[in-house]
């Protein structure tokens, strides 16, 4: 059974920073790459960042020099620095690892940035 477990969520000021981490435990196979969604109160579920296997970034636009994307390969884990947080980045975050046939999804964790 894969699990994908998302850390670092919290209560932060407009203007502060949070790191979230996943990490991913269990079997699985073709393995392509990890990322970040959001989803906020209303809205549809949004991509925030993407790396892959071999390192290539995605950021969506409203992010970009904002957020930064890392990972460890050999351990599955991926790690999301968020900076300048804005009230509007405010949403559960999710943790998605894609592999060959299947995608799989961490519980997410609340982000709540303040004005």
């Not at 050999?74 to 980045?89: C, E, G």
């Not at 943790?95 to 592999?99: F, L, P, T, V």
């Given at each position: 059974q894969v699990q994908l477990v998302e850390s670092g969520g919290g209560l932060v000021q407009a203007g502060g920073s949070l790191s979230l981490s996943c990490v991913a435990s269990g079997i699985f196979f073709g393995f392509?790459?990890?990322a970040w969604y959001r989803q906020a109160p209303g809205k549809q579920r949004e991509l925030v960042a993407e790396i892959t296997s071999g390192g290539r970034t995605n950021y969506a636009d409203s992010v970009k020099g904002r957020f930064t994307i890392s990972r460890d390969n050999?351990?599955?884990?991926?790690?999301?620095?968020?900076?300048?947080?804005?009230?509007?980045?405010t949403a559960v975050y999710y943790?998605?690892?894609?592999?060959e046939y299947t995608d799989?999804?961490?519980?997410?964790?609340?982000?709540?940035?303040?004005s």
């Open positions: 392509k790459g990890m050999a351990k599955y884990t991926v790690h999301l620095q968020m900076d300048s947080l804005k009230p509007d980045d943790c998605n690892m894609e592999c799989y999804w961490g519980q997410g964790t609340q982000v709540t940035v303040s």
